[in-house]
């Protein structure tokens, strides 16, 4: 029976963005005052977990808010009132359905429950869910137990606790659910009916799959009590829980017609296992490819070993995704980070391995590699092999000492897929990580393809907001997806975390948003994509040190970075996954084109570059670079020296080498010397002179030597000492000086006046 369906009885109250004033802020009664004119309530158009909801601030003891439009109360109907809210601001009040009782008169009814049970809101953000029962008989559930005097209500909801808390709350639903409780008229099932105990004890799993075979197009009802399951079980009709199961971890439990987060949050009394349970019936057939979290948010107080829940396989490559809510971490013991030292041998002829680990059992897959010498950046072990001792990497060590001690520190993570082999085609979209400093965000599987994160924030992460200890980011997508810093206060050069890594090949970063990692990203293997991304890492330290915002990290990425805003941070371009870092008749720095970037810093000392190559070992040069059409821009600090540097930490770069240079149509403020590939500079002498010379050393990139001269173009005659014009040419000298950074013009005779000379750093190909 529904009232709704077979008498056309609107119970729901308007929606908010129709209108405040037929809203109450007493009993609802006509002519009592209303929102409308409160002052401390407003609509909000676009919320973005309700849509159109009612913003309040919280300024009464106990404040009311009720519908004016009076709700029917029928004998023997029963009325769910069911409301979203969440906490904005200030302090967080407890929340509760309220109604006020009428007569058929008009008259208010005295004696009877007028609130329902409270539910005190803990965190911001988080959506939580108030629902009562009203009815006009005592049975189980009913929290509004009225008499057969109630003809109608006012209904809304109640806001207890201390004042000035801010509160946003979804529109108000009113469903008849009588058939709760009148099973012979209604078109469900119950499992009690088919012998299920639900004392937690006995074994109802056969209970349940009798229910679910005489279903047979009607619903199931898990009434109130804990059910012990020991099998899998799937419903193919839609379930409404009441009472609550418990499953081994190996079973699982699918729910055909309403697999969603909130119903496996239903089924087992608690979201951190209703999840782990969702999540292993997504990677078995559930007639659904994507797992609807509806919003809710999940607070985890471990790491959650995605494999783990899954239990029963390793490997996956049809396609799968979570989407639409929120997970929240708890502050615990569970996310500490594990470190382990212990000594090693390093061979560049096995350059993924460190061998002779004698405690090899306990370091960790996924661990953080360091080490004092030749350890670049996001090495991460990939496997353990304890018979032979050997810890496997994610990347090549450069030039490493045979021995040395290491350290492996294994950071937690909200989402951990490191337990699969392979796993491809998995997506997460519309997901806030709130990880607040307690652990990091993703860690991706060890192999596996198309990995793809998007529209999702990964807020305060501890260590790393993504990361690939493996080739899981092989294809990797990240699009639209914030990245929020847990160290803004900190000083850029004492910041540790990072964004996100990649090691393999042929990734998409789109569009995303990072603040004040030390690194938006560490970036290996070659193939990438990076469009469209706005990092930035600045600080509020005087002529403050900045750091790379994304690092490519082999020699040769075969990569477009274009279109990115590149802010108080700089890129940098190294060898630090070459085993073997000096240059060795192999592909040098080239590959890498940067394109129409906006480049931009403040604050900063004249010696910063927001450009650097950082040759990890020596004879490398350029070998085909693009940098065109982006804007370096720096204000309130010191006017940069020029844009472009190399860090000869280690080594420089053989200039006398670069092949395919490509540096122009860039704009430049604040910048004192503007590189440019091939460089046109006008050189003007006043008196006679056989030797013109001109210094290109503030305008080659990288350092690059004048090794040829394409052009020279007098502008106006050339002539004599007499005053007489010449008609001659000279000759170029490129590579003059010390540096090699000058060209020198020989003519026939002493001459005079001004020509435009064009050369270049490289050699034509």
């Given at each position: 029976m529904n009232k709704a369906i077979t008498d056309g009885l609107v119970f729901n109250p308007p929606k908010f963005e129709d209108g405040l004033n037929v809203w109450s802020r007493q009993d609802g009664l006509p002519g009592s005052d209303t929102y409308a004119?409160?002052?401390?309530?407003?609509?909000?158009?676009?919320?973005?977990?309700?849509?159109?909801?009612?913003?309040?601030?919280?300024?009464?003891?106990?404040?009311?808010?009720?519908?004016?439009?009076?709700?029917?109360?029928?004998?023997?109907?029963?009325?769910?009132?069911?409301?979203?809210?969440?906490?904005?601001?200030?302090?967080?009040?407890?929340?509760?359905?309220?109604?006020?009782?009428?007569?058929?008169?008009?008259?208010?009814?005295?004696?009877?429950?007028?609130?329902?049970?409270?539910?005190?809101?803990?965190?911001?953000?988080?959506?939580?869910?108030?629902?009562?029962?009203?009815?006009?008989?005592?049975?189980?559930?009913?929290?509004?137990?009225?008499?057969?005097?109630?003809?109608?209500?006012?209904?809304?909801?109640?806001?207890?606790?201390?004042?000035?808390?801010?509160?946003?709350?979804?529109?108000i639903e009113i469903e008849d659910i009588t058939s709760a409780y009148l099973r012979d008229m209604m078109d469900w099932v119950d499992v009690r009916d088919f012998g299920a105990v639900g004392d937690g004890?006995?074994?109802?799993?056969?209970?349940?799959?009798?229910?679910?075979?005489?279903?047979?197009?009607?619903?199931?009802?898990?009434?109130?009590?804990?059910?012990?399951?020991?099998?899998?079980?799937?419903?193919?009709?839609?379930?409404?829980?009441?009472?609550?199961v418990t499953l081994p971890a190996s079973k699982r439990l699918s729910l055909i017609k309403n697999f969603d987060l909130p119903s496996y949050i239903d089924a087992f009394g608690d979201e951190e296992e209703g999840f782990k349970k969702a999540v292993q019936a997504l990677f078995n057939f559930t007639d659904h490819d994507t797992l609807d979290m509806m919003g809710r948010s999940v607070r985890l107080s471990e790491p959650l070993d995605v494999q783990a829940a899954v239990f029963d396989k390793d490997t996956y490559a049809n396609q799968?995704?979570?989407?639409?809510?929120?997970?929240?971490?708890?502050?615990?013991p569970a996310f500490q980070t594990t470190v382990v030292t212990g000594t090693g041998n390093w061979d560049s002829n096995q350059p993924t391995r460190i061998t002779n680990v004698a405690n090899a059992a306990n370091v960790p897959v996924g661990a953080l590699v360091s080490g004092p010498t030749g350890v670049g950046r996001e090495v991460y072990v990939t496997s353990v092999h304890v018979p032979t001792q050997q810890v496997h990497l994610s990347a090549p060590l450069h030039g490493a000492p045979n021995a040395q001690t290491y350290t492996f520190?294994?950071?937690?993570?909200?989402l951990d897929f490191s337990g699969f082999a392979n796993l491809q085609r998995f997506t997460l979209q519309d997901i806030e990580f709130l990880l607040a400093g307690e652990c990091s965000g993703i860690l991706l599987p060890?192999?596996?393809?198309?990995?793809?994160?998007?529209?999702?924030?990964?807020?305060?992460?501890?260590?790393?907001?993504?990361?690939?200890?493996?080739?899981?980011?092989?294809?990797?997508?990240?699009?639209?997806?914030?990245?929020?810093?847990?160290?803004n206060a900190i000083r850029v050069q004492d910041r540790v975390s990072i964004g996100f890594n990649v090691n393999a090949n042929d990734t998409k970063i789109r569009n995303n948003r990072a603040n004040k990692f030390r690194h938006f990203a560490v970036v290996g293997g070659s193939g990438h994509i990076i469009s469209g991304n706005h990092f930035f890492q600045g600080d509020n330290e005087t002529l403050g040190q900045r750091t790379a915002g994304i690092v490519f990290a082999d020699s040769q990425p075969k990569s477009i970075f274009t279109?990115?805003?590149?802010?108080?941070?700089?890129?940098?371009?190294?060898?630090?996954?070459?085993?073997?870092?000096?240059?060795?008749?192999?592909?040098?720095?080239?590959?890498?084109?940067?394109?129409?970037?906006?480049?931009?810093?403040?604050?900063?000392?004249?010696?910063?570059?927001?450009?650097?190559?950082?040759?990890?070992?020596?004879?490398?040069?350029?070998?085909?670079?693009?940098?065109?059409?982006?804007?370096?821009?720096?204000?309130?600090?010191?006017?940069?020296?020029?844009?472009?540097?190399?860090?000869g930490t280690f080594a420089g770069l053989d200039t006398s080498r670069f092949v395919d240079v490509a540096v122009h149509s860039n704009t430049f403020f604040a910048v004192q010397n503007q590189f440019q590939n091939p460089i046109t500079v006008p050189l003007q002498v006043n008196s006679a002179q056989f030797n013109w010379e001109v210094d290109l050393a503030p305008y080659l990139p990288f350092a690059g030597q004048a090794r040829v001269v394409q052009a020279v173009m007098p502008e106006g005659p050339i002539k004599n000492g007499s005053n007489v014009n010449v008609y001659?040419?000279?000759?170029?000298?490129?590579?003059?000086?010390?540096?090699?950074?000058?060209?020198?013009?020989?003519w026939p005779e002493a001459t005079k006046g001004k020509v435009f000379v064009t050369a270049r750093c490289d050699a034509p190909t």
């Open positions: 004119t409160s002052g401390n309530a407003v609509l909000v158009p676009a919320d973005q977990d309700f849509g159109s909801c009612l913003e309040m601030l919280k300024t009464e003891g106990t404040q009311k808010l009720r519908s004016m439009g009076a709700t029917p109360i029928l004998p023997g109907c029963y009325l769910r009132v069911t409301l979203r809210v969440k906490a904005v601001s200030g302090n967080l009040p407890a929340v509760r359905i309220g109604a006020f009782p009428k007569a058929s008169n008009g008259n208010g009814v005295g004696g009877l429950p007028q609130a329902g049970p409270a539910t005190q809101l803990d965190a911001y953000g988080r959506v939580e869910t108030i629902t009562a029962i009203i009815g006009t008989g005592t049975r189980g559930g009913v929290d509004l137990a009225w008499n057969n005097t109630v003809a109608h209500a006012h209904i809304g909801l109640d806001l207890t606790g201390p004042n000035g808390g801010v509160v946003r709350i979804d529109d004890v006995a074994d109802d799993t056969a209970a349940f799959q009798a229910a679910e075979n005489a279903a047979n197009g009607r619903s199931v009802l898990v009434s109130k009590g804990t059910y012990k399951l020991t099998d899998h079980v799937t419903f193919n009709e839609r379930v409404r829980f009441e009472g609550t799968r995704k979570i989407r639409n809510g929120q997970i929240d971490v708890a502050a615990g520190r294994r950071f937690k993570y909200a060890v192999n596996g393809l198309i990995f793809h994160v998007k529209d999702c924030f990964i807020t305060g992460p501890k260590d790393r907001g993504l990361t690939s200890h493996g080739t899981g980011c092989q294809g990797l997508l990240i699009d639209r997806c914030q990245f929020l810093s847990n160290e279109a990115n805003y590149v802010d108080n941070c700089y890129i940098q371009w190294t060898n630090e996954r070459d085993p073997n870092p000096d240059f060795a008749n192999e592909l040098s720095f080239g590959g890498l084109q940067i394109l129409g970037n906006i480049i931009f810093s403040s604050n900063v000392p004249n010696s910063f570059r927001p450009i650097q190559i950082k040759p990890y070992g020596s004879g490398h040069f350029l070998n085909g670079v693009t940098i065109t059409g982006n804007t370096f821009k720096t204000i309130k600090g010191q006017a940069l020296a020029r844009v472009d540097g190399v860090d001659h040419m000279p000759y170029a000298t490129p590579k003059i000086g010390g540096t090699q950074q000058r060209v020198r013009l020989t």
